[in-house]
């Protein structure tokens, strides 16, 4: 039972459809928001028992198919030489945004152990505690490039696109050393015991599937290609991807997350049955009412059709006002479903 | 020669293929710059000689092949009762958010002659003294719709994906009387001298084609419909449409504006023969050198391939750092490239 998750990752038969949410750990939940009321988001990341803590609440609160480790995708920046911090409402924000060679020059490559003990240390001891499988993460190599070049989030990261266009040298050194440090960083999660790993390139749908596969492609797939022998589900998710999806399976991922904008079955057809896919119910439509949650998740399930690889979830984070009522509901609501799909 | 635009609109043979760009009047001219020192965006807006100058400004220093008539979409939203006021680096601020019935029973139709003189006398003037045709434009009702909601733009206008699966009757309500106002405006814009005019719903590609289809398309259908016997082009466009192509033609486009994310050819495809095509040159190339440009603008011509009904564009507007000699550059190497293209 408890690795229906895993099993419905490597497109196995599963007793009933897993389901886990994006940002299942954040804003929307009382306890976090006290916690946030003490302790700056950054200062929980790096405090493996607070990390842990907030890892832990959705999983007991609703009843979900896998935890996520709470992190930031920022973190492994500051170690690497990046001034950084969340602003509430904006983001993270890049003190110096890197757009020279000589700031490029300045970054260093994450050495996990040293770096970021902190986060081997709460997968450690949530990997030794859960009784679900945890999903260790990190930004992949083009979205935390766009934050840096950008200085922070932006509308559709032209500054970013323009520079991938007009200094590829520069491109690619700064892609070269986020691709190693990423690569280095998501084996020491598994290493210490995360059952799964995403790799967020939630800003990559901002480009064409020339720009991916010219600028983006041979890190991510560098990346993904370096943990494969891991045997750990390689979950792959980005905001606007519909036109890269292919491009994203071809990079090595083994699940492949799909935002609210393209149905399931539209995406599952564009990829093939060689892959898992996640995701598609649009987290607005959990604050509209229970009516709304129901026809939106029977539209998913339907579109799943039962067919094996089907991991639930939202097509992106869960948003602030949502109810945690909802979420659960949600939750049972596919588990009843979905009893028995596929034996 | 000087119809070049509107038969490629028709998918008519054309002496070269016609080029024109989305924000081709703005902040990357000095000249509008200078302008905008002394003058506020809807102050130019609304004096019909300020507007026809910045109009034809880019016709005169770029050669582009139509002038697309300079205003803002927030414009027919004033004389509806909305307080709205455009900021700085922010885009169109709503002074109070309009999310009740009772905020939508406030508003009232636009009626353009009385309303927006000044709008029709910016058209009459162009029409009657530019050498290519005049681009009428409206924003489409879901985006003015979003902006009403939201109070101004959003990273994913997530508040009006959960108010029209929540409140769906006062969704209708609202997107009626936007919907009565544009094909209003156009109408007048099309009667006062606009050779064709683009419907602009820029921010529908947040939405999944469900919802596009539920909650969208019987607006804009009968917005584009209700301009069909005035035998004028029908652009609509919006950034991020890539799923959502197909619902644009059926809504009643004759030319379906697409933007970076979606390889020509491949939006092409998807469309099918009987529109024509405008656009997908990522605006950020422009920023990135004459070679760049020089490869993005062949591959766009490539993926047309000749097909009668391109129409040269960007896939969005002219981004603001863009050098105004790169500009005119790119209109010669697309009319060079194109030389007899079609007979």
Known sequence: MEDRFLKACRREPVDRTPVWFMRQAGRY????????????????????????????????????????????????????????????????VVAEPVRSERAVARLRALEPAEDVPFVMEAVRELAGTLDVPLIGFSGAPFTLAAYLVEGGPSRSYARTRALMHGEPSLWWRLMGILGESVLAYLRAQVEAGAAAVQLFDSWVGNLSPDDYEA?????????????????????????????????????????????????????????????????????????????????????????????????????????????????????????????????
Chains 1, 2 share one sequence.
């Open 215 to 343: 600028f983006v492609l041979p890190a991510s797939s560098r990346i993904l290609g370096g943990l494969a022998d891991l045997g750990v589900p390689l979950i792959h998710f980005g905001v606007g991807t519909g036109e890269l999806l292919p491009l994203m399976r071809d990079a090595g991922a083994t699940v492949v997350g799909v935002d609210w904008r393209v149905p399931l079955d539209r995406a599952w057809d564009r990829l093939g049955d060689g892959v898992a896919v996640q995701g598609t119910l649009d987290p607005a439509v959990l604050l509209a009412g229970w009516k709304a949650v129901e026809r939106g998740a029977g539209a998913v399930l339907g579109a799943a059709g039962g067919r094996p690889g089907h991991v639930f979830n939202l097509g992106h984070g869960v948003l602030p006002g949502t109810d945690p009522d909802v979420l659960r509901r949600l939750v049972d609501l596919v588990h009843e479903r979905t009893e028995r799909v596929g034996g």
């Open 29 to 92: 939940q009382p306890e976090y928001r006290a916690l946030r009321e003490r302790h700056g988001i950054l200062e929980i990341c790096r405090a493996p028992e607070l990390a842990a803590e907030v890892t832990r609440l959705p999983v007991e609160q609703l009843g979900v198919d896998a935890a996520i480790l709470f992190s930031d995708i920022v973190v492994p920046l500051a170690p690497m030489g990046v001034g950084v911090e969340i602003r509430e409402g904006v983001g993270p």
